[in-house]
């Protein structure tokens, strides 16, 4: 029997359903077998400087994935924030051509994406989409860590230059319609709701939102998902009190009414005190107080 393709994706708490949304949309458009692994607030050390911290609470988790498939076969990385649209095999079946690890090739569409509202200046090359070699990668978590706290590398080295790796062992072969950045187009394969402050289930303000809701409607009439399970998420402070009403109506409101609709929901979820994504903001409120100080007081 053939191996299955098998997805881990990072998330926390927050964006438990929203993983099993991505889910739902690997599986519908897949022929193969898929295992999709949620790797949900790991139990990852946390750096001595916090300078070095997660910047989510899943950054470090792909670095758990060789060791979470007993080092063997491969795997695919994926964050919690995104849908597919395209049969994953295609991106399964990327050849490694020597390399341990596939990245992005490229980032496509910054004059448009990085113009909307929650958006960078500049989108880096992106990690966010991965295909592992596991049976190739030695990586334990504590010993990445270990290596964060003795200085060896600190966290864009680790995270955006994959300094674990030689750079003859990094193939640049995930096309950019694998992790489309805040862009929807007919070529995309996935989309990936990069932008925090807009991510479709904690804002009225992302104008490919509307995939996001179709594929959420579709699991609801599927017996995938009950409305229960959003209500649960929204009483919890993880998905915005306005959602359920994009969910339910918003694709039937003239085009024209959209923005009244959207300001009036935005002002219903500020009305409810809606803090998205707080834990986040937090932990990046405190990091930024400690790269303010002295690196002798900062760790």
């Known amino acids: 029997m053939r191996d299955p393709i098998r997805v881990f994706v990072g998330a926390d708490r927050s964006q438990a359903l929203a993983v099993k949304v991505l889910e739902h949309s690997i599986r519908c458009r897949t022929a193969l077998p ?102 190739r990668l030695d990586w334990s978590i504590d010993r990445i860590i270990d290596g964060l706290d003795r200085g060896d590398y600190n966290y864009e080295m680790l995270m955006y230059d994959l300094c674990l790796l030689r750079e003859d062992e990094i193939k640049y072969g995930v096309p950019f319609e694998w992790n489309s950045l805040e862009y929807y187009g007919s070529e995309t394969c996935l989309i990936h709701y990069t932008d925090v402050m807009t991510q479709p289930w904690t804002s009225c303000w992302n104008k490919n939102g509307f995939l996001w809701f179709d594929e959420v409607r579709s699991m609801l009439q599927d017996g995938e998902l009950e409305k229960r399970e959003l209500e649960a998420e929204i009483q919890l402070g993880f998905f915005r009190p306005s959602l359920l009403w994009d969910i339910s109506s918003r694709s039937e409101v003239p085009k024209l009414l959209l923005p009244l609709w959207d300001c009036f929901h935005s002002w219903l979820d500020k009305v409810k005190q809606f803090k998205p994504h707080r834990d986040v903001y937090l932990a990046k409120q405190r990091r930024l107080q400690a790269e303010r100080k002295p690196p002798s007081q900062a760790a």
């Open 34 to 135: 898929v295992e999709v692994v949620p790797m949900v607030d790991l139990p990852v050390p946390a750096p001595k400087d916090i300078r070095n911290s997660q910047r989510t609470g899943f950054s470090f988790s792909r670095f758990c994935i060789p060791e979470l498939a007993g080092y063997r076969g491969k795997a695919i990385y994926m964050d919690a924030d995104m849908l597919v649209f395209q049969d994953i095999r295609s991106l399964w079946e990327i050849p490694f051509d020597g390399a341990k690890v596939v990245i992005q090739q490229d980032v496509k569409h910054q004059d448009l994406t990085t113009k909307k509202y929650g958006a960078p200046l500049s989108r880096r090359k992106q990690c966010s989409v991965m295909l592992l070699d596991c049976g």
